[in-house]
């Protein structure tokens, strides 16, 4: 699926953390420290866009800005844990990470 695809365009998106695949390589922060961040326990964890409190329960999810999109799914695509899922808000159907068609 590509990221300027019709089926993402305009489309509300949110992505979560699977901690227990956390490698905290950190890839996901080097593309999008806006969403992304490594805690003390050398995992990543997700954030709202323009605020340092992150989202450390097990699924907990972060807004996608479309401005910060490529960067997201970028992290998806190069996160040597696979564990950084994007998905529509509307239906909970994963649109990149590991559980993507």
Do not use: N
Not at 30 to 48: H, N, R, S, T
């Amino acid at each position: 699926m590509s990221v300027t695809g019709e089926t993402v365009t305009g489309e509300e998106l949110e992505v979560w953390i699977d901690q227990d695949l956390c490698t905290g390589d950190g890839i996901c922060v080097q593309y999008a420290p806006e969403v992304f961040e490594l805690d003390i326990d050398g995992l990543a964890y997700v954030k709202e866009s323009g605020s340092d409190e992150l989202r450390q329960q097990p699924g907990e999810t972060a807004p996608v800005p479309l401005t910060l999109l490529q960067d997201v799914v970028d992290s998806a695509k190069e996160c040597p844990g696979d564990c950084i899922h994007v998905r529509r808000v509307r239906d909970q159907v994963e649109v990149f990470g590991p559980d993507a068609d």
